[in-house]
T-cell receptor, first 112, second 113 residues
């Protein structure tokens, strides 16, 4: 069965520091992978997505993610975090039947 | 700009009441979804619909039903609300394609007393 694991529930980083959020998935075929961000009280906004091709994908707000098939991972990174990046981040995998499976989320706090 | 609109941002209902959550999208998307979001559990799929009058159960359909009479509108119905249905409900839509991403509404926070 498809599943997504985000092992970090909360992460705190200092403003200006680098960030990496972990995501591992379980899926039998070629995965379609997504990262979404949710600001407090809001819906989810797409940061980036991977379907095929280059394993390093660029997204909005300076985020990038790398697909590693051998590790079943799709980790999200940002070289320098801004206070406005404080939010909850969700990794998701989509299947060929237009269904999506989400991880439990990682809450990011940013220290001044 | 794409838009998924959930009619109620905040609702407070009593146990046993019938509750309707409405969702409208203006992108002519075939697929629409209802998710429930709870702390530490992420998003769990309640129901989805891939065409008008078509619906399929997700992972947690018990206690819920849905209606899709028009392509742009997808309603979630709680026939008899219970306190364990207090949650954030998120509606989303997508195109029918293997690469179709989800577009989300802002959510409806339901409290059942």
């Amino acid at each position: 069965a498809q599943s997504v694991t985000q092992p970090d529930i909360h992460i705190t980083v200092s403003e200006g520091a680098s960030l990496e959020l972990r995501c591992n998935y379980s899926y039998g075929a070629t995965p379609y992978l997504f990262w979404y961000v949710q600001s407090p009280g809001q819906g989810l906004q797409l940061l980036l997505k991977y379907f095929s091709g280059d394993t390093l994908v660029q997204g909005i707000k300076g985020f990038e993610a790398e697909f590693k098939r051998s590790q079943s991972s799709f980790n999200l990174r940002k070289p320098s975090v801004h206070w406005s990046d404080a939010a909850e981040y969700f990794c998701a995998v989509g299947d060929n039947f237009n269904k999506f499976y989400f991880g439990s989320g990682t809450k990011l706090n940013v220290k001044p | 700009d794409v838009k998924v609109t959930q009619s109620s941002r905040y609702l407070v209902k009593r146990t046993g009441e019938k509750v309707f959550l409405e969702c409208v999208q203006d992108m002519d998307h075939e697929n629409m979804f209802w998710y429930r979001q709870d702390p530490g559990l992420g998003l769990r799929l309640i129901y989805f619909s891939y065409d008008v009058k078509m619906k399929e159960k997700g992972d947690i359909p018990e206690g819920y039903s849905v209606s899709r009479e028009k392509k742009e509108r997808f309603s979630l119905i709680l026939e008899s609300a219970s306190t364990n249905q207090t949650s954030m409900y998120l509606c989303a839509s997508s195109l029918t394609s293997a690469t179709g991403e989800l577009f989300f509404g802002e959510g409806s926070r339901l409290t059942v007393l």
